[in-house]
């Protein structure tokens, strides 16, 4: 996004927070999610409405009452209070003010999470999925697809989750998959994560192992990038045994390889040379 939707963005999650801080069950923030995707959906869809929806040259007001015409007795009332907020505010582009949308649909999900308490379950089951699809590429491609329908694709999610996990967690997952404005599946759980970790000013440390770490282990580890990094750093831990030992952390952009593999690589790169 460029500078004037960075700006929208962050006034319009200002707004949110009102709402999401509100004592209320993680369904209402649910249907809350899905109506702010649907709406999103609808943008996608109607060209000719998004870009009038996300016209500066047109007064804000006019934009703002266009969408809640459009919309009133069809969504809930928190969901038309902040889709008038979005279009009224200067977008960029017509797709940021979509994307926007999205991306405040995953901090009410997130929030849902957080108020519920279950935050750090659903980050640890966003993390193992991630874990899945990079181990399996072809479940990885089917979801990706473009040329499949999103409720095939939803579909494919939900038999492979097979009712496993937070209703919050498939939430996200579902709405990655669906999306309009969708990315690969392993950018936008990265994204998610990444989303997770910042709503408690941390941030996520992936390790692979390749043997189980124990609870000690985790919070040494924990504890050790947090001071490295100097700030609040969550541990979680993937096994995969073809490391052979040693830990693999990924810590944003950043990779701290210390596998044997890797060792064993170098080695075998330097007697070559």
Known sequence: MHAASRQALRTLRQRLEPVTGRPAGAQSLVDLARELAAVADLLTKQPRLRRVVADPSTEADRRADLMARLLT??????????????????????????????????????????????????????????????????????????????????????SVLGGKVHQITRELLAHAVASPRRRAMSFAIDDLLTAAAARRERSIAKVISAVPLTAEQENRLAETLSEQYQRSVSVRVAIEPAIRGGLVVRIGDEVIDGSVASRLTEIRRALAG
């Open 73 to 158: 007795g069809k969504v809930g009332g928190n969901t038309l209070q902040l889709v008038r907020e979005a279009a009224g505010l200067r977008w960029s582009t017509s797709w940021n003010l979509v994307d926007a949308l999205e991306l405040i649909g995953a901090d009410v999900l997130l929030a849902a999470a957080e108020n519920d308490g279950v935050l750090d379950q659903v980050e640890d089951e966003l993390f193992r999925f991630e874990r899945i699809l990079d181990a399996y590429s072809d479940l990885a491609a089917l979801l990706d697809e473009a040329t499949v329908s999103a409720d095939r694709r939803t579909e494919l999610l939900d």
